[in-house]
């Protein structure tokens, strides 16, 4: 086992020997690619492998995350997809338990309003911690004090700036899907505290820090399609 960068995202690579010739790749789930190669099947054969089929795994893993994240029977916590399970309750709860989300309640719609109230938690909670982490990056040009970090589920936008208030809302949505996304638009926001529009200046800026960012949108976009 062993782990590879594709497309910006680690993978995992499962690898079984047996007496074959011929080396094969299948994709197990959005994280990991399972090879069945022969006997003698060398470290540096595994990398020419991926390496020659590398467009075609990205295409592939891509078509996997392209899912519906939100169904009634199951909804994903950034990128994780859980089972949900639904309980009657006079109170209302959400417990995460491995794979599954349990969520309790006196009625169905007093449940999901619940499930959005923990995904908005749960952006503002992973953006804080984004925020610590870039203060030595971002952080030396941008101050990454003093702002307000809001979530909540909206329409049109992934995410808002309020550079007076220092206010920046996230869409709770984000929180459906892997963290990177969550940076990008968090980042695109901060950026927004120094620079107001969508001039020149502003995406020379946002490329430093994140040079792939509008492939990053752009498949956050196909995802919200399909939901």
Known sequence: MRDIILDGKKIQ???????????????????????????????????????????????????????????????AIFGKLFQIEERESSKTTIVVD???????????????????????QEVINAATDLLADMNESLGREIRL????????????????????????????????????YLQAILIHELIHLQIRGHQEDFYRFLYRYLPNYHILRKELLTFLKQM
């Open 145 to 180: 004090s003093g702002i307000t970090l809001k979530s909540q589920r909206m329409k049109t936008q992934l995410g808002s700036c309020m550079p007076a208030k220092r206010i920046i809302k996230l869409n709770s949505i984000l929180g459906r899907f892997e963290r990177r």
């Open 13 to 75: 690579v499962d690898i079984v020997h047996k007496p074959i010739k011929h080396a094969y790749i299948r994709i197990k789930d959005r994280n990991s690619i399972f090879v069945t190669a022969g006997l003698h099947f060398s470290e540096q054969a595994l990398s020419d492998l991926i390496r020659r089929h590398q467009q075609k795994l990205i295409r592939m893993l891509n078509s996997i995350q392209a899912q519906p994240l939100y169904e009634a029977n199951q909804t």
């Open 98 to 120: 491995h794979d599954r989300v349990v969520i309790a309640g006196k009625r169905k719609d007093l449940r999901w309003k619940a499930l959005e109230r923990y995904y908005q």
